[in-house]
């Protein structure tokens, strides 16, 4: 037996994050990762501020989420939804950010993801301009279930893949692209398509 079958084993025994689940299940059982289905704002909150205490241990041998991501996550977390952006749909962007950071943030960050490439955002419509939209815009509460260092793969509410690869920073214009914590209601220009 495999090292990694025998830590998924002591995991499931365990209930962590190797048991089998309703949610997250690969086609033959196994959890690739944990993936919690609802989580208040103060959960969320928790989570992050316990992932920056963390990463920022003596005992940490792994690659640290950088303080920018997790800074920028809590920031996101205390943000009010947008005009005319429904509170549900908002809630969930701020739930898929922090999901992404608990379950791939290390990998990422090893990776050489930029910050862009999972959390940017067309600066004038966010909800609506894909082209400009990182990782994390797109998860729309759908779990990451793979990553390379060039491409990251969504599972579809339908078990369907979706492949996302990262834009060049030279594909937009100067100031075009924001990350979602440095959006601002002034700078927002909503079309009727934000309220799906």
């Known amino acids: 037996m495999s090292r990694w079958m025998q830590m998924f084993r002591d ?3 365990q209930g962590g994050a190797g048991a089998i689940g309703t949610n997250g299940i690969n086609g033959t059982g196994i959890e690739l990762k944990n ?12 989570r992050v501020h316990a992932n920056a205490v963390n990463a920022n241990s003596a005992n940490s041998c792994s690659i ?3 303080h920018v991501w997790q800074n920028g996550v809590a920031r996101l977390l205390g943000m009010p939804p947008p005009d005319r952006v429904p509170t549900t749909r908002w809630r969930r962007l701020q739930a898929d950010a922090t999901r992404f950071l608990d379950v791939w943030g290390e ?10 490439d999972l959390f940017g955002a067309n600066r004038v419509r966010p909800f609506i301009r894909v082209d400009a939209a990182g990782l994390v815009r797109l998860l729309d509460d759908r779990p990451v279930v793979a990553m390379t260092d060039h491409e990251a793969v969504i599972r579809c509410r339908t078990g369907a893949r979706q492949a996302f690869r990262p834009k060049s920073a030279n594909a937009f ?3 075009e692209r924001v990350l979602l914590w440095e959006l601002s209601e002034k700078d927002l220009c909503l079309g009727p398509e934000a309220a799906r």
């Open 11 to 13: 995991s499931a025994s």
């Open 35 to 46: 993936h919690p289905q609802k989580d208040t704002v103060e959960d969320l909150s928790r």
């Open 64 to 66: 640290a989420i950088p």
């Open 107 to 116: 990998k990422a960050a090893a990776l050489g993801w930029s910050s862009a």
């Open 173 to 175: 214009r100067p100031g």
